[in-house]
């Protein structure tokens, strides 16, 4: 079974240009999730999907940051514009449903570094 | 809100020493799931076990064990025997469900994690 997918692995931007990543769950994955991972924490989460819509975004700086995932399969998730702050590592993960009980099945990450 | 605690922020030891690492966690919910996930240094979390808030049996696994107690809110996970394929950073999490005006869900709180380094 393939894991989560994400592309790209490594992105350099400099602060005030946009960027976009973007992420494959396990398929028949319903549930899909975001995180921000800055270095030395735990991840945190950004957005929450359920098929293509929001389940949770309580945590996502709007004014920024930005996700879809329009076909209820893959996202992307894309930050305009970055700052510094932003540098992370940002994490996707799928899991079968929405409920506590299910684990999440994360992919490998986009490390971004703003300049 | 949901917090989980992990107070060793680093931990080294000899290849073949036992390590536990201590997990502390709150929440106001009597329904709740942990989980701990390994992050060795290629990066991608790995799922190791989930614990739900009404199993308070302790369980092993080959070389893992989890020490579950509710009474101190605390989920420590033990390494028998450590290896150098045991270096990872480690995360305890906190898993609750949630119900919103329009939408519900579940929301995993992480710890900041235990870097275990393992020497040879």
């Known amino acids: 079974e393939a894991g989560v997918a994400q592309s790209p692995r490594y992105k350099i931007i400099e602060k005030r240009q946009s960027v976009a990543f973007w992420c494959n769950p396990i398929s028949g994955h319903a549930t899909l999730y975001w995180y921000q991972q800055i270095l030395g924490q735990g991840p945190k989460l950004l957005i929450q999907f359920q098929n293509n819509g929001v389940v949770d975004d309580s945590q996502l700086p709007k004014d920024r940051f930005s996700a879809e995932r329009l076909k209820g399969v893959d996202s992307t998730l894309k930050i305009q514009p970055a700052k510094l702050e932003d540098s992370a590592v940002y994490l996707c993960?799928?899991?079968?449903?929405?409920?506590?009980?299910?684990?999440?099945?994360f992919g490998p990450g986009t490390r971004l570094t703003v300049l | 809100a949901q917090k989980v605690t992990q107070a060793q922020t680093e931990i080294s030891v000899v290849e073949k020493e036992d390590v536990t690492l201590d997990c502390v966690y709150e929440?106001?919910?009597?329904?709740?799931?942990l989980f701990w996930y390994k992050q060795p240094p290629s990066g991608e979390l790995v799922f190791l076990i989930r614990r739900n808030s009404f199993d308070e049996q302790n369980e092993i696994s080959g070389r893992y064990s989890w020490n579950f107690q509710k009474s101190t809110s605390s989920f420590n996970f033990t390494i028998t025997a450590s290896q150098v394929v045991d270096s990872a950073v480690y995360f305890c999490a906190l898993s609750e469900a949630f119900y919103g005006e329009e939408t519900s869900g579940s929301r995993l709180t992480f710890g900041e994690g235990t870097q275990l380094t393992v020497n040879p």
């Open positions: 993960a799928s899991s079968l449903r929405k409920s506590s009980y299910n684990e999440q099945f």
């Open positions: 929440t106001r919910d009597t329904t709740y799931y």
